[in-house]
Structures are given as C-alpha cells and as structure tokens.
C-alpha cells in the first residue's frame, strides 16, 4: 500500500457519502462572495486610471501626450527604445524629479518616462474588464504579482497625479480612497469587472 493512499481512500469515501459537499460549498460561496466586492472595488479606481493623468503615459502611440484633452507632446517627442526618449530628446533633460514652478513648466516626478515598448501598458481603447486584466498581465505588467500592483500604486508617478503642477487638473477620488480600494480589490481575490 502507497503511504498517503489510505487517507485518498477516505477522502474518496467521504465525497462518496456526500461529507464533505457542505465544506466544498462553504468554500466557492466565500469566492463568489469576493468577485463582486473585487470587481465593484476595480470600478471605483477607474476613473482614476482613465483620468488624463495617467493617460498621458499609458495611451495609444509612440509619444506622451499633454493636457486634459491628451494631444500629442508638443516638439514632437517619441518613446525612445527604453521609454526614456530618444537621443536628441531624453525625457530627463526637461523633466526633473519635481514639478517645475509655473503654468507650462514640465512636470516631474524620479524617474519619469515612459513604458518600454515591448510592454507599453497602454489602455487607451479597453474596457474595464480588459483593463483590469492588463494590469494583471504579467508578461505585460513588468511582471508584478498582485500584491506588487498594490506596491506599484504607490510609486512617485503614480502619486504624481494627485499633485501634478500648476495649471492641471488632478486625477479625481482622494489618495486615501485609491489606495483603500486598491487593496480591497487585491484582498478580495483581484477579480475583474464583467466587461
Ligand atoms: C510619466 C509617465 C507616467 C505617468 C504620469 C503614469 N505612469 Fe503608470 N507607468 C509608467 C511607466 C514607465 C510604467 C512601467 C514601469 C515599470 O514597469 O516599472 C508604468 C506602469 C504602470 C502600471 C503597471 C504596473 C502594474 O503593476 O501593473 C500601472 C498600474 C500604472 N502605471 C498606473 C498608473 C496610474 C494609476 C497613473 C496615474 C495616477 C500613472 N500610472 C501615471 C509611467 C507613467
Ligand atoms: C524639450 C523638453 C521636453 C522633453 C524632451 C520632454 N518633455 Fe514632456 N513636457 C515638457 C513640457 C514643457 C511640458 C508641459 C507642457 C504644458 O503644461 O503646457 C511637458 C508635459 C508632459 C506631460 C504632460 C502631463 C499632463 O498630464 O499634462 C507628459 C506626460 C510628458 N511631458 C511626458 C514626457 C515624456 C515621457 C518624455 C520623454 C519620452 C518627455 N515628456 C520629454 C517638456 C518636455
């Protein structure tokens, strides 16, 4: 006799007899349970992601855009093959670690630039569900587990938009608000929206 396979036997005898279906079910009520609570947590955080602060860096095209009606930056600027820029135009060379003081000064935050383009996390174009799913996407996401997402929503460019310079609006829902939602949605299982 196997060692283990006395224990597999009543198990198997026990789902037989029906012993552990309550235990099962308890199990899939609390998942299903977390889906909703999840998914209503992603809706709230939404208009935060789709705000043009963020979008700014995570829209269609090769180049940031400017502004809340999100055209193209100005001088034409490109994404450059690390996010960064191209060599005649590096995002650092204007961009500095702060906002620079006054309207139309370059806004700034550690390390701004954008995603490679290998990954270029754009969700212009997605629905919620896709979106969500994205961030989720580890050959995309830069390869973060959920919890690293959590992390992620708490690094300098991401706070950038509640403090983004003169003259531009902020991303909208409170700081405290994002994050609390942030990690009810992670601790809820990071369920998606149904579409
Ligand atoms: C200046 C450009 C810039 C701005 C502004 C910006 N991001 Fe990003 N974002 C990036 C870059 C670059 C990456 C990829 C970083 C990496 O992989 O380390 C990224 C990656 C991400 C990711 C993917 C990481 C993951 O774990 O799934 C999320 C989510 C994200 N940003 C959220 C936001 C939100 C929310 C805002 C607005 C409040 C925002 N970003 C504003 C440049 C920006
Ligand atoms: C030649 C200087 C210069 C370079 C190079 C440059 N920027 Fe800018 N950028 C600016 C200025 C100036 C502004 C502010 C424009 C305004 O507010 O009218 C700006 C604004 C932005 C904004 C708009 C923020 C918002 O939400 O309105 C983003 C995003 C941005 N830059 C990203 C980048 C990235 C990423 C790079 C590198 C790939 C880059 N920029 C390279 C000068 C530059």
Redesign the pocket.
């Known amino acids: 006799m196997r060692p283990g396979s006395g224990r597999e036997a009543s198990i198997a005898a026990a789902v037989v007899a029906g012993l552990l279906g309550p235990g099962v079910f308890l199990a899939r009520q609390a998942g299903a349970a977390g889906e909703p609570a999840a998914a209503a947590a992603f809706a709230s955080i939404v208009p935060v992601l789709r705000h043009?602060?963020c979008?700014?860096?995570h829209s269609s095209g090769d180049?940031?855009?400017?502004?809340?009606d999100?055209h193209p930056?100005?001088?034409d600027?490109?994404?450059?093959p690390g996010?960064?820029?191209?060599t005649a135009?590096?995002?650092?060379?204007?961009?500095q670690d702060h906002n620079l003081d006054g309207?139309?000064?370059?806004?700034g935050a550690p390390d701004?630039?954008?995603p490679p383009p290998s990954t270029p996390m754009v969700w212009r174009g997605l629905t919620d569900r896709q979106l969500c799913e994205l961030l989720k996407d580890r050959r995309q996401n830069g390869n973060r587990s959920v919890d690293q997402i959590v992390e992620h929503m708490a690094t300098p460019l991401v706070l950038w938009g509640w403090q983004?310079?003169e003259?531009?609006t902020p991303v909208p829902v409170s700081e405290a608000q994002f994050t609390a939602k942030v990690k009810e949605w992670a601790a809820q299982g990071a369920a998606c929206p149904a579409r």
């Open positions: 043009p602060r979008m700014n860096c180049f940031p855009r400017q502004g809340d999100s930056h100005a001088m600027v490109r994404r450059g996010g960064h820029g191209v135009q590096k995002c650092e060379t204007c961009h309207r139309n000064m370059p806004p701004w630039h954008l983004p310079g003259g531009r």
